[in-house]
């Protein structure tokens, strides 16, 4: 069955600290991998995109890894501001199937001052 | 630009009746699709629509349908609602039709909050 699983659930650390998240999937055939932000009340948005050839993507203070033979991927988030408080989704593409997209529950951060 | 824009952003329906969401999506994309978020389920796919047809449907029952419009625009109907049908529905918008295949970045709007009571 495709899973997308994301741990941990929630996570508080204090501003200026560091953290990293986990993704965990069983999709197949795979093709891509995402990470999303959500803020309270409004839509996600892309933080990066990864196909199965690439193995660390950036995007400011975002840095996904993704390691394709043990399925698994982290979003590793520098030096965290308060405005980093959001839900973090992980996002599975296949290229087979029904669902073209698999989406993990995401895990929820808050950054304490 | 414009980015994808929602209305309502909040609906209150009561169990039975029918609801109607829009989506206009970013000027020039031309994919349309939508998703249910709710607490216990996160995200899941509804379907997709380009140039008017249906062209990914995720695993829904037929109470749920949509339809696109010659200007992309596209709207979501839920009909004889019930109480789980109660979801935060986001729309996406792209500019082509993304086969799971990666490279098409999605927008999304900020979403209508559904209650259903």
């Known amino acids: 069955k495709n899973q997308v699983e994301q741990s941990p659930q929630s996570l508080i650390i204090l501003e200026g600290k560091n953290c990293t998240l986990q993704?965990?999937?069983?999709?197949?055939?795979?093709?891509?991998l995402r990470w999303y932000k959500q803020d309270t009340g409004r839509g996600p948005v892309s933080l990066t995109i990864?196909?199965?050839?690439?193995n660390t993507k950036s995007n400011g203070r975002y840095t996904a890894t993704l390691d394709a033979d043990t399925k698994q991927s982290s979003l590793h988030i520098t030096a965290s501001q308060l405005s980093d408080s959001a839900s973090y989704i992980c996002?599975?593409?296949?290229?087979?199937?029904?669902?073209?997209?698999?989406f993990g529950t995401g895990t929820r951060l808050k950054v304490l001052a | 630009k414009a980015g994808v824009t929602q209305t309502p952003r909040y609906l209150i329906k009561t169990r039975g009746q029918q609801v109607t969401l829009s989506c206009s999506p970013i000027?020039?994309?031309?994919?349309v699709s939508w998703y249910q978020q709710t607490p216990g389920q996160g995200l899941q796919f509804l379907f997709e629509?380009?140039?008017?047809?249906?062209?990914n449907k995720g695993n829904f029952p037929g109470r749920f349908s949509g339809r696109q419009f010659s200007n992309s625009r596209s709207e979501m109907n839920v009909s004889t609602l019930e109480l789980g049908d109660s979801a935060l529905y986001l729309c996406?918008?792209?500019?082509?039709?993304?086969?799971?295949?990666?490279?098409?970045?999605?927008?999304f709007g900020s979403g209508t909050r559904l209650t259903v009571v």
């Open positions: 996406a918008s792209s500019l082509r039709v993304d086969a799971g295949r990666a490279n098409y970045g999605y927008t």
């Open positions: 993704c965990n999937y069983t999709v197949s055939p795979f093709s891509n």
């Open positions: 990864m196909t199965f050839s690439e």
């Open positions: 996002v599975v593409g296949s290229v087979g199937g029904t669902y073209k997209y698999i």
């Open positions: 000027s020039g994309h031309r994919s």
């Open positions: 629509y380009f140039s008017e047809t249906q062209r």
